[in-house]
């Protein structure tokens, strides 16, 4: 699948990435009457992946940068398989599993990266029909406290120009404008993605260390422009209220479709 790759800095970003709530897994898999196979595309370093290999028998996890994979966590259930973008369809199709073999094809904080009509002809083919389900999630603003978060805001306004432009176009919008031709199975639609929120308990330093995986940080620090200034960093600093290492409760807003294969 054609896509942009290494947008993160793997180390960094498995350290400080948010965790998906494992109910969103157990909503999905009450969706789908069969549990044998399941699909993680985009795997990274795999949460997604292993969530979902609590509810199916086994789950393909593939991603097109062998980075990633090389630090994906290991999992009796989960095979980890690159994709290279030379991949041809029916390669692609076999490696997965066939037509009409998976039960459920998950892509976390993915799928804005792909050509979208390439995917989604590949998941017309191999997703179970009927029954099997696509489900496509990501997630971006925080909110921390009022002062924390006009500062976030600030410092996310300050990376827009150097977001590319599947960030602005589909993430910053809350998948609002993807193209999401499936039928509703209830957790979001076309046009109208469901919202959902992710709890972590974080440190400011976690926090900074999230900020300073984001490609613009570092697209703009080749450029000369350092994002993250000392400025920057003391105001958020002085709105944690606290010791830098003190953990507080931090909501990542997140945004999810799911559907069918149109019959
Ligand atoms: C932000 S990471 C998300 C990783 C993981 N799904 C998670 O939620 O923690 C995006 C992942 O998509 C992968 N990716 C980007 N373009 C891709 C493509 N065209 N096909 C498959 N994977 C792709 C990247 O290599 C990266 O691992």
């Known amino acids: 699948m054609v896509g942009t790759v290494g947008l993160y800095e793997p180390d960094t970003y498995m350290e400080a990435r948010p965790t998906y709530p494992l109910e969103w897994y157990s909503k999905l898999a009450a969706l789908t009457p069969h549990h044998n196979l399941a699909w993680d595309v985009g795997t990274g370093n795999g949460q997604a992946a292993i969530g979902v290999s ?10 097109v940068n062998m980075a990633q994979l090389e630090r994906a966590t290991p999992h009796p259930r989960v095979r980890y398989l690159p994709t290279p973008q030379t991949m041809n369809d029916n390669e692609l199709v076999s490696l997965i ?3 009409n073999s998976v039960d459920l094809i998950t892509v976390a904080t993915a799928v804005h990266w792909f050509d979208l009509s390439h995917f ?13 389900v696509l489900a496509v999630w990501s997630y971006f603003d925080m909110a921390v406290s009022p002062e924390f978060d006009s500062l976030f805001k600030k410092f996310h306004d300050s990376l827009l120009p150097f977001w590319p432009k599947e960030v ?4 910053h919008e809350g998948y609002k404008t993807l193209s999401f031709p499936f039928e509703s199975v209830g957790l979001g639609s076309e046009g109208n993605p469901l919202p959902l929120e992710i709890h972590k308990q974080l440190s400011l330093n976690g926090i900074l260390k999230l900020f300073r995986s984001f490609s613009p940080v570092n697209v703009a620090k080749s450029q000369g422009l350092d994002l993250l200034s000392p400025e920057v960093v003391k ?3 002085n709105a944690w209220d606290g ?3 003190s953990v507080r409760d931090v ?5 999810m ?4 294969v149109r019959s």
């Open 54 to 63: 609590e509810h199916y028998k086994q789950v393909i996890a593939t991603d």
């Open 97 to 99: 599993g066939g037509e």
């Open 120 to 132: 989604y002809s590949i998941v017309s083919r191999v997703l179970r029909k009927p029954g099997g």
């Open 168 to 171: 602005t176009d589909y993430v």
């Open 235 to 237: 105001g958020f600093e």
């Open 243 to 245: 010791p830098l290492t």
């Open 251 to 255: 909501t990542y807003k997140a945004f």
């Open 257 to 260: 479709l799911a559907g069918k």
